[in-house]
T-cell receptor
């Protein structure tokens, strides 16, 4: 079974620029999550989708972050404009029928200079 | 919301010894408690989980115990090996959606 795929793996941008990340979940998984993991900390949930609908985006900084999951499969997370404090690893995870169980992708390491 | 804390932040053990990491949670309605292992530069990997209807679960050298009354759960690694060196994250389900709240992680170092 293929795992969660993410791209790009690394991205370096200057502050005020925009960036987008892509995630392809495990086939058949209805739930998709985006997390932000700052160095030395645990993953922090940004947004959760169930199929193509948003379930929870309470911790998403909506003034600069946006996410979509068209057709209930792939998802993109965008930051515009980026700030220095956005430097982190952005992890995508997906979950299937077994409630709460989540599998992570390799992440995208973002560096904002 | 759910608040999860892990102790200790760093743990060093001699190869072959046991390692125990403890997590506490705040929401008595939480009913799912996974442990993830994250090696440097890699994705968090689910290594074991437990649901609130059982008190202990074991898988080879790793086990998880749950004390619902005290609201804490622990990861036990026996016969530690160098490849067990990693950061371990605990998490707890948050009431409502299929959402997990993560702790800050424990760095486990196995000394050969």
């Amino acid at each position: 079974e293929a795992g969660v795929a993410q791209s790009p793996r690394y991205k370096i941008i200057e502050k005020r620029q925009s960036v987008a990340f892509w995630c392809n979940p495990i086939s058949g998984h209805a739930t998709l999550y985006w997390y932000q993991q700052i160095l030395g900390q645990g993953p922090k949930l940004l947004i959760q989708f169930q199929n193509n609908g948003v379930v929870d985006d309470s911790q998403l900084p909506k003034d600069r972050f946006s996410a979509e999951r068209l057709k209930g499969v792939d998802s993109t997370l965008k930051i515009q404009p980026a700030k220095l404090e956005d430097s982190a690893v952005y992890l995508c995870a997906s979950g299937g029928d077994r409630r709460y169980e989540q599998y992570f992708g390799p992440g995208t390491r973002l560096t904002v200079t | 919301g759910e608040n999860v804390e892990q102790h200790p932040s760093t743990l060093s053990v001699q190869e072959g010894d046991s390692a125990v990491i403890k997590c506490t949670y705040s929401d008595s309605a939480s009913n799912y408690f996974p442990w993830y292992k994250q090696e440097l530069g890699k994705r968090p990997q689910l290594i074991i989980d437990i649901r609130s209807n059982v008190g202990e679960k074991k898988d080879q050298r790793i086990a998880v115990t749950l004390n619902k009354t005290a609201k804490h759960f622990s990861l036990h690694i026996t016969e530690t090996q160098p490849e067990d060196s990693a950061v371990y994250f605990c998490a707890a389900s948050s009431s409502g959606n299929n959402r997990l709240a993560f702790g800050k992680g424990n760095q486990v170092v196995v000394i050969p």
